[in-house]
Protein backbone atom coordinates (compact mmCIF):
# COMPACT_ATOMS: atom_id res chain seq x y z
CA UNK A 1 0.00 0.00 0.00
CA UNK A 2 2.75 2.33 0.64
CA UNK A 3 3.60 2.54 -2.97
CA UNK A 4 0.23 2.82 -3.63
CA UNK A 5 -0.08 6.36 -1.52
CA UNK A 6 3.36 7.05 -3.04
CA UNK A 7 1.59 7.49 -6.37
CA UNK A 8 -1.16 9.50 -4.79
CA UNK A 9 0.94 11.98 -3.54
CA UNK A 10 3.20 12.23 -6.79
CA UNK A 11 0.28 12.52 -8.88
CA UNK A 12 -1.22 14.88 -6.65
CA UNK A 13 1.54 17.39 -6.90
CA UNK A 14 2.03 16.72 -10.76
CA UNK A 15 -1.48 17.75 -11.48
CA UNK A 16 -4.13 17.78 -8.82
CA UNK A 17 -5.60 14.78 -9.50
CA UNK A 18 -4.89 10.88 -9.16
CA UNK A 19 -5.92 7.84 -10.27
CA UNK A 20 -5.18 4.64 -8.72
CA UNK A 21 -6.07 1.17 -9.85
CA UNK A 22 -6.69 -1.57 -7.13
CA UNK A 23 -7.12 0.59 -4.23
CA UNK A 24 -9.50 -2.21 -3.49
CA UNK A 25 -9.00 -5.47 -4.32
CA UNK A 26 -11.72 -7.49 -6.20
CA UNK A 27 -12.43 -9.25 -3.11
CA UNK A 28 -12.65 -6.17 -0.83
CA UNK A 29 -15.19 -5.01 -3.25
CA UNK A 30 -17.33 -7.86 -3.56
CA UNK A 31 -17.62 -7.89 0.03
CA UNK A 32 -18.75 -4.19 0.24
CA UNK A 33 -21.15 -5.04 -2.32
CA UNK A 34 -22.56 -7.74 -0.65
CA UNK A 35 -23.63 -5.82 2.37
CA UNK A 36 -26.99 -5.11 2.64
CA UNK A 37 -26.51 -1.59 2.45
CA UNK A 38 -25.58 -1.92 -0.80
CA UNK A 39 -27.77 -4.98 -1.83
CA UNK A 40 -31.02 -3.31 -0.67
CA UNK A 41 -30.08 0.49 -1.79
CA UNK A 42 -33.42 0.82 -2.38
CA UNK A 43 -34.81 0.86 1.46
CA UNK A 44 -31.87 2.71 2.75
CA UNK A 45 -30.53 5.13 0.66
CA UNK A 46 -31.56 8.77 0.79
CA UNK A 47 -32.13 10.94 -2.41
CA UNK A 48 -28.50 13.57 -2.22
CA UNK A 49 -29.17 16.96 -2.13
CA UNK A 50 -26.86 20.27 -3.03
CA UNK A 51 -25.56 22.18 -0.09
CA UNK A 52 -25.73 21.37 3.45
CA UNK A 53 -28.53 21.09 5.97
CA UNK A 54 -30.31 23.78 6.56
CA UNK A 55 -30.20 25.11 2.90
CA UNK A 56 -30.31 21.28 1.37
CA UNK A 57 -32.41 21.49 -1.62
CA UNK A 58 -33.39 18.84 -3.73
CA UNK A 59 -32.58 18.81 -7.29
CA UNK A 60 -32.78 16.45 -9.55
CA UNK A 61 -31.83 18.72 -12.71
CA UNK A 62 -28.32 19.03 -10.61
CA UNK A 63 -27.76 15.54 -8.90
CA UNK A 64 -29.51 12.15 -9.04
CA UNK A 65 -27.42 9.88 -6.68
CA UNK A 66 -29.10 8.24 -3.97
CA UNK A 67 -26.55 7.65 -0.75
CA UNK A 68 -25.89 6.42 2.84
CA UNK A 69 -23.34 7.97 4.71
CA UNK A 70 -21.39 5.85 6.49
CA UNK A 71 -20.21 6.34 10.74
CA UNK A 72 -16.85 5.14 11.29
CA UNK A 73 -18.07 3.70 14.89
CA UNK A 74 -20.80 1.55 13.57
CA UNK A 75 -19.89 0.50 9.97
CA UNK A 76 -19.47 -2.74 8.92
CA UNK A 77 -16.36 -4.69 8.84
CA UNK A 78 -16.38 -4.66 4.59
CA UNK A 79 -16.82 -0.97 4.88
CA UNK A 80 -14.07 -0.48 7.71
CA UNK A 81 -11.45 -1.83 5.85
CA UNK A 82 -11.91 1.13 3.14
CA UNK A 83 -12.45 3.36 6.15
CA UNK A 84 -9.04 2.22 8.03
CA UNK A 85 -7.50 2.31 4.48
CA UNK A 86 -8.09 6.39 4.12
CA UNK A 87 -6.78 7.05 7.49
CA UNK A 88 -3.50 5.57 6.39
CA UNK A 89 -3.58 7.93 3.31
CA UNK A 90 -4.47 10.86 5.16
CA UNK A 91 -1.15 9.69 7.33
CA UNK A 92 1.21 9.15 4.65
CA UNK A 93 0.09 12.32 2.69
CA UNK A 94 0.84 14.31 5.76
CA UNK A 95 4.31 12.90 5.85
CA UNK A 96 5.00 13.31 2.39
CA UNK A 97 3.37 16.37 1.40
CA UNK A 98 3.55 18.15 4.84
CA UNK A 99 -0.08 18.77 5.02
CA UNK A 100 -2.43 18.32 8.24
CA UNK A 101 -5.28 16.57 7.25
CA UNK A 102 -7.21 15.19 9.66
CA UNK A 103 -10.44 13.31 9.47
CA UNK A 104 -12.53 11.64 6.47
CA UNK A 105 -16.47 12.00 5.69
CA UNK A 106 -17.56 9.18 3.31
CA UNK A 107 -20.78 8.19 1.90
CA UNK A 108 -22.13 4.89 -0.24
CA UNK A 109 -23.67 6.22 -3.38
CA UNK A 110 -25.95 4.75 -6.07
CA UNK A 111 -26.35 6.73 -9.54
CA UNK A 112 -29.62 4.71 -11.04
CA UNK A 113 -29.66 4.13 -15.20
CA UNK A 114 -29.60 7.72 -16.67
CA UNK A 115 -28.71 9.54 -13.96
CA UNK A 116 -25.74 12.40 -13.17
CA UNK A 117 -23.74 15.09 -11.47
CA UNK A 118 -24.01 18.19 -13.28
CA UNK A 119 -20.23 20.21 -14.00
CA UNK A 120 -19.48 21.47 -9.80
CA UNK A 121 -16.73 22.20 -7.48
CA UNK A 122 -17.12 19.88 -3.92
CA UNK A 123 -16.04 22.85 -1.89
CA UNK A 124 -19.37 24.69 -0.13
CA UNK A 125 -18.72 28.75 -0.06
CA UNK A 126 -19.15 28.60 3.44
CA UNK A 127 -17.09 25.85 4.62
CA UNK A 128 -13.91 24.87 3.02
CA UNK A 129 -13.00 22.11 5.07
CA UNK A 130 -13.26 19.72 2.30
CA UNK A 131 -9.41 19.39 1.26
CA UNK A 132 -9.16 16.24 -1.51
CA UNK A 133 -12.22 14.71 -2.91
CA UNK A 134 -11.61 10.37 -2.86
CA UNK A 135 -14.20 8.23 -4.88
CA UNK A 136 -13.73 4.39 -5.15
CA UNK A 137 -15.98 3.31 -7.31
CA UNK A 138 -17.19 -0.24 -6.95
CA UNK A 139 -18.55 -1.61 -10.51
CA UNK A 140 -17.14 -5.00 -11.70
CA UNK A 141 -17.03 -5.17 -15.77
CA UNK A 142 -17.99 -1.43 -16.54
CA UNK A 143 -17.20 -1.08 -20.07
CA UNK A 144 -16.30 2.45 -21.86
CA UNK A 145 -20.21 2.11 -23.46
CA UNK A 146 -22.00 2.23 -20.36
CA UNK A 147 -21.17 5.62 -19.91
CA UNK A 148 -20.79 7.29 -16.27
CA UNK A 149 -17.69 8.41 -16.76
CA UNK A 150 -16.37 11.11 -14.00
CA UNK A 151 -14.96 14.01 -16.29
CA UNK A 152 -12.55 16.49 -14.60
CA UNK A 153 -12.06 19.36 -16.06
CA UNK A 154 -8.45 20.73 -15.94
CA UNK A 155 -6.75 23.87 -17.68
CA UNK A 156 -8.35 23.80 -21.53
CA UNK A 157 -9.00 20.31 -21.43
CA UNK A 158 -10.65 17.26 -19.45
CA UNK A 159 -10.17 14.20 -18.31
CA UNK A 160 -12.98 10.88 -18.38
CA UNK A 161 -12.57 8.09 -15.98
CA UNK A 162 -14.48 5.06 -15.59
CA UNK A 163 -16.02 3.90 -12.52
CA UNK A 164 -14.16 0.61 -12.55
CA UNK A 165 -14.34 -1.71 -9.39
CA UNK A 166 -11.45 -1.28 -7.29
CA UNK A 167 -10.62 2.38 -8.82
CA UNK A 168 -9.66 5.34 -6.61
CA UNK A 169 -9.66 9.23 -7.76
CA UNK A 170 -8.67 11.56 -5.35
CA UNK A 171 -8.39 15.26 -6.49
CA UNK A 172 -8.15 18.87 -5.17
CA UNK A 173 -11.49 20.00 -3.57
CA UNK A 174 -11.07 23.29 -3.80
CA UNK A 175 -9.57 23.83 -7.93
CA UNK A 176 -10.95 20.53 -9.52
CA UNK A 177 -14.65 21.54 -11.14
CA UNK A 178 -15.94 17.52 -12.49
CA UNK A 179 -19.06 16.11 -13.38
CA UNK A 180 -20.73 12.61 -13.27
CA UNK A 181 -22.00 11.34 -17.24
CA UNK A 182 -25.01 9.26 -17.43
CA UNK A 183 -24.76 5.76 -17.63
CA UNK A 184 -26.62 2.20 -19.38
CA UNK A 185 -26.49 0.66 -15.75
CA UNK A 186 -26.39 1.60 -12.08
CA UNK A 187 -23.09 2.49 -10.73
CA UNK A 188 -21.97 2.23 -7.61
CA UNK A 189 -19.38 3.84 -5.15
CA UNK A 190 -18.19 5.16 -2.31
CA UNK A 191 -17.62 8.85 -2.25
CA UNK A 192 -15.40 11.03 0.13
CA UNK A 193 -13.72 14.07 1.38
CA UNK A 194 -10.48 14.32 3.58
CA UNK A 195 -10.77 17.36 5.46
CA UNK A 196 -8.51 19.46 7.61
CA UNK A 197 -10.91 19.33 10.21
CA UNK A 198 -12.24 16.40 12.94
CA UNK A 199 -15.94 16.14 12.45
CA UNK A 200 -18.16 15.16 15.87
C1 LIG B 1 -19.65 13.99 -5.99
C2 LIG B 1 -18.98 13.60 -7.24
C3 LIG B 1 -17.99 11.89 -8.66
C4 LIG B 1 -18.12 10.46 -9.03
O1 LIG B 1 -20.33 13.15 -5.36
O2 LIG B 1 -19.50 15.15 -5.59
O3 LIG B 1 -18.56 14.47 -7.94
O4 LIG B 1 -17.37 10.01 -9.90
N1 LIG B 1 -18.82 12.28 -7.58
O5 LIG B 1 -18.98 9.77 -8.47
MN1 LIG C 1 -18.19 16.21 -6.78
Known amino acids: ?15 NYAIIDSFLSPEEVK ?14 FKKAGIGKNADLQINEA ?4 YILWLDKNTAPPAALVYLN ?9 N ?9 YEVHMTVYP ?16 KRKLSVIC ?16 YTEGTSQDVLPIAGRLVCFRSDVLEHEVLPATRERLSLTGW ?3 QVIL
Open 1 to 15: MNEIFDRIADELVDK
Open 31 to 44: AILALPHFAQHEQH
Open 62 to 65: IRGD
Open 85 to 93: RLGELIQNL
Open 95 to 103: QSLFLSLKD
Open 113 to 128: VGTYYKRHLDQFKKDD
Open 137 to 152: YLNEEWKEEQGGQLRI
Open 194 to 196: ILD
